[in-house]
């Protein structure tokens, strides 16, 4: 949905999403890393399964929420993308007892 | 730029919540005057939206995004190069007033929290897009036209496929200008502004031909009307598709059309963000012009908690550069109530901004009676999802008003709107309208919703966690 | 204008409201005098409890008598109130915790209560599979459980209104003053006359009560309130932890939420509160302990009503001692909210006979000691 303009500057930042490796710039929030790599939706809605994408992305909409290296409910919009995340779109009301203790 | 929670000044003269460009030109001024200044701001670099990633921008041609955009460069410099210090990636959650004088911060960094005091506290927060409610309007494939625009200044983004920009104001333009610079192509502009509202606008078109506004406008709306098709007076709007959004239909002069699309950009306006002000306590009132809430303040920003202020577009909308003399203004007076600067110094600095001031909210009525945007678009119907946390529709609202749901509180107790995490910033203006409009009474008589900290959710690990004084900060251990 | 009627009720909170409904359903003329709307206060943003357990003896009888009333409300109010009964647990965290715990459930049994059961660890985890291992049983209390109480407010005044009553909200108590036969209340919005009043005022209670010729030391508190995202479903009663001030209930649509009795800073004049964050850390530092399940929640809001506490930690209800036809009804200490419909139903033939077969005299509002009236907070 999202393509990079060819003049962008930045390295590459190499991520994973639900398990698949995809390439993010560096400043991208991990929000901007989704749409630069094709995601189209980042989450299920706990109350009626619908499909939701980042919308506002300055913090206020709530959209975004994706979990990120095991831990979820995450802003992506806010989170700089680091090398190596491991970020998971996210399935209605968070299975915690899947998460490992803190 | 303090990148590590502990490396917080546990009390502080000023704290500023927000770095765009009032918290920007505030800190700078604050610090010169020989406050502690302490800038707190969500986002990974300073800048607020409006001048996104100023400091670290990957679009190399500066043609793309314009003149406006790098005017914040040398804003963003004096603030970073000044005594002020600067906290990136740090959620403020909440704020109350300590028991006699000053404030405690409650501030997220990493995953991890403390709290701080400070004498004073400017919030700088802000504005949001004005939510626009149309049926479909949650599905993948639509996003804000600022969060388009994010995506560009931040990440260097443009969508792919057919993009269609649909709504009314000033940022339409921009972002379909910088769209245009960038080479992306737009199948259509979709303009909501009511026809009705010229007439509504003329009186104030003198102030705003004066102003810094109308140049700058009048290039872009000409540059985008040669190369984009553009359809005035759409009367209504859905978005259509079942996983994501596949097409907009539009209405004009009666007639129905639909323009399939990939990416569907909406915009009605801005309006301050008040969300942390209403948190506080301050009080606010309904602006019938800006059909907007705003907190109530004095012409020094100080609202109706004693050493608390706003300024910028928290205020009320009026721009960037407003925003900046807001800022000063502000810092001006904080100084003062602190003890650094008399009254008279005070007053005579205060001098140059108001009058920048002035002419950007003289110029600025005009563009808020023109694209004051239709009652239809602010006010839904049917099914259309209201509050998109909890998926409650119009039509669930309106038929609990009679239940006793007579304002946006008791409705947030009876349907949860407002209850899920963006705290009614995506529904509130909403709601309070369709009650109001419901009940025959108008917004102001209404209220909006009681908001509570925290105003960004918290985990509860990281409440847990928290440092009890200021002793144990350094011994925290993250269990 | 003067507005007349049979009672005039002075507050609409769940009390007010259930008295209201209970005297309408008499055939009495009532009038409710609201400040703000009901609901607003604690009667609102409680944590919606509907306990028997853990209760002050002397509120046993009433409390029990009032869970009659919630197993039947949607005859009563036209509404369920969202009142679910998976019982509620205190969770014994040491021996001797447990130990005090079985003498006050076999002093119960003496009385002839049997509510209240003491459990072993066993039945603890079989009721509470998520508790922390570490805790050697508890008390059940298996009729128990909890309802909405904005809505449950908002079903007692409907159903008032239904029934006749008059209910004026946004309108405040100025004042109050014999009238020849009758009482006669100074309002924002005109003067009311009744021959008899209930002083339903919750944390602003001790005024009324002062004009009424009855001070007492009523103190304002804030009891608060934390709420999280949903979170899969994984608990059913309501769990309460008394030492560590803890109380935890999970709602049909998987939002937790976390109370127990830490205390923001009331300003009741200007209907505000202030969270003392310190102390949710402190919750939330519990909840972490005890309910590793819950160690990933987040945390959305926090809230505080505001309410009256009295010194005895129970409520003033009964007539007053010093006016002809003024009824007390306020107080409850942050545990009123169970108590609203039998209460209102005590009330109402209180007010109507004269008497009551429930016993209220540990409730007498001259019972404090120096009957200073409260200070202001």
Redesign the interface.
Known sequence: MFRRLPDAAGDNIAFTINGRRAQALAGDTVAAALLGAGIEHCRITPISGARRAPYCMMGVCFECLVTIDGVGNRQACLIPVRAGMRVETQQGARAIAEESHA | MISDLEALPANIDLAIIGAGPAGLAASTIAARRGLGTLVLD???GVGG?VYR?IM?N????RA?LGADYWRGEALAKEAVASSAQHAA?A?VW?V??L?TAGY?I?VSMA?RSR?ITAQEVMLATGA??RPFPIPGW???????C???Q???K????????RIVIAGCGPLLWLIAWQYLN??ASIAAILDTTPRANWLGAMPHLPAFLASPYFAKGLKLMRAVGAKVRVVSGVEALRAEGT??VESVVYTKGGREQSIAV??LLLHQGVVP?INLSNAI?CRHTWDEAQLTWKPETDDWGVTSMPGLTVAGDGVGIAGAEAAAERGRIAALSAAHRLGKIDAATRDRDAAAPRATLRRFERGRMFLDALYRPAKAYRIPQGDTIVC????VTADRIRATVP??A??PN?MK??L?CG?????G??CGLTVAELIADERGISPQELGYYRL???V??????E????P?TEASTKAVV?? | MTETADVIVIGGGIHGCSTALHLAMRGIRVVLIEKDYSGRHSSGVNAGGVRQLARHLAEVPISVFSMSLWEHIADLVDDDCGFSNHGQVLVAESEPELEAFRERVDDLKLRGFIHEELIDRTELKKLVPAVSDQCPGGVVSRRDGAADPFRTTQAFRRKAVSLGARIHEGVAVMGLRRNGAVWRVETSAGAFEAPKIVNAAGAWADRVAAAAGDPVPLEVIAPMLMITAPVPHFIDPVVILRSRKLSFKQFANGTVMIGGGYRARPYRDENRTVIDWRQLADSAKTVWELFPIMRSATIVRAWAGIEARMPDDIPVIGPSASSEGIYHQFGFSAHGFQLGPGVGALMAELVATGATNLPIAPFRVDRFKDGLAATDH
């Open positions: 969500e986002n990974p939206q990633a670290a990957p679009v190399r041609d793309v990636s959620t909440s109350s007033p028991e405690e409650g995953g709290m949001l897009e949650t599905l993948p494939g639509i996003m804000s600022g969060g388009a994010t995506a560009l931040a990440s260097g983004l443009i969508p792919d496929g960038a080479g996983d994501k990939d990416v963000s306590g998109r946390c909890e998926e239940l006793g007579t304002g008791q107790s009876f949860r209850m899920g995490p963006c705290q910033r995506l509570r900290p925290p960004k959710p918290i985990a509860l690990a409440l847990a966690a928290m009890k993250r269990v």
